[in-house]
């Protein structure tokens, strides 16, 4: 009798570790790489990628996009995915840029970015292709 529960006790243990396997390793629904659209800058529609990564509430990572020196980076200083909105804050040389938005069916999300005076809205897709501009 012993034997047998010591052999329970074992089995519960280790699935009870695949299960804390399983649950870190399930990203969260913003998290990936994302081909994005921003409209409404002063060059017109501007190509660009998210690639977020998710915690819980916890939203971080970068966009990329195309420059006029190149490929230009920013991190996300803020971040957030909570009630199902998404919140996110980067600075670049003419300040901040707040992001915010929603999930748009399971692979997509769209809003609206602001910086200083100049708006727009966005778009992305996940994993596809660079968005084309509209």
């Known amino acids: 009798m012993r034997v047998r529960s010591e052999v329970l006790l ?9 299960a804390g396997l399983a649950s870190a390793q399930k990203k969260g ?3 990936g790489t994302w081909s994005c659209v921003a409209h409404g800058t002063d060059n017109g529609d ?3 990628t998210f690639n977020l990564e998710q915690t819980g509430d916890q939203v971080t990572g970068n966009f990329t ?3 006029d020196n190149g490929t230009e980076s920013h991190d996300v200083k803020t971040g957030s995915f ?5 919140q996110l804050h980067f600075e670049d040389e003419e300040g901040t840029i707040d992001v915010t938005g929603a ?3 399971k692979d997509a999300m769209k809003g609206n970015w602001s910086q200083g005076q100049a708006g727009g809205t ?3 897709k996940l994993g596809a292709a660079a968005a084309s501009a509209k």
Do not use: H, R
């Open 65 to 67: 996009a195309a420059g």
């Open 122 to 124: 966005w778009e992305c």
């Open 103 to 105: 999930l748009d069916g």
């Open 10 to 18: 074992m089995t519960c243990v280790f699935a009870l570790g695949l």
């Open 82 to 86: 909570k009630d199902g909105k998404l």
């Open 46 to 48: 501007l190509n660009y």
């Open 29 to 31: 629904p913003v998290a």
